[in-house]
Nanobody, 123 residues
Framework: QVQLVESGGGLVQPGVSLRLSCAGDGHTFSDYAMGWFRQAPGKDREFVASLSRSGGSTYYADSVKDRFTISRDNAQNRMYLQMNSLKPEDTAVYYC????????????????WGQGTQVTVSS
């Protein structure tokens, strides 16, 4: 299975932007549907955004639609989450996920996970 490493988290003020990255190892990155999830303290992990192997199809949670953009660069073995207009309720550990089944970007059934990166939005 591909190994995933997230980066780009940090402490930011409300209203600013942040971009998360998810790097895959030497496996063929383009074979995997990918997604971003997050888990806030005391809450279950929730879906944020996902995209197909090619990146041509995307899917967003209603809570982030119009603020977050998911993308991928298969040549660089990377996936991104551009987060704009951040809110305190976006505070969470953000995880990237992958699955060889392209349909996973809609079913949200991923079997490979990264370790997560902390995003804190606070004034």
């Amino acid at each position: 299975q591909v190994q995933l490493v997230e980066s780009g988290g940090g402490l930011v003020q409300p209203g600013v932007s942040l971009r998360l990255s998810c790097a895959g190892d030497g496996h063929t990155f383009s074979d995997y549907a990918m997604g971003w999830f997050r888990q806030a303290p005391g809450k279950d992990r929730e879906f944020v955004a996902s995209l197909s192997r090619s990146g041509g199809s995307t899917y967003y949670a209603d809570s982030v639609k119009d603020r977050f953009t998911i993308s991928r660069d298969n040549a660089q073995n990377r996936m991104y989450l551009q987060m704009n207009s951040l809110k305190p309720e976006d505070t969470a550990v953000y995880y990237c996920a992958a699955d060889l089944n392209d349909g996973a970007y809609l079913s949200l059934k991923f079997n490979t996970w990264g370790q997560g990166t902390q995003v804190t939005v606070s004034s």
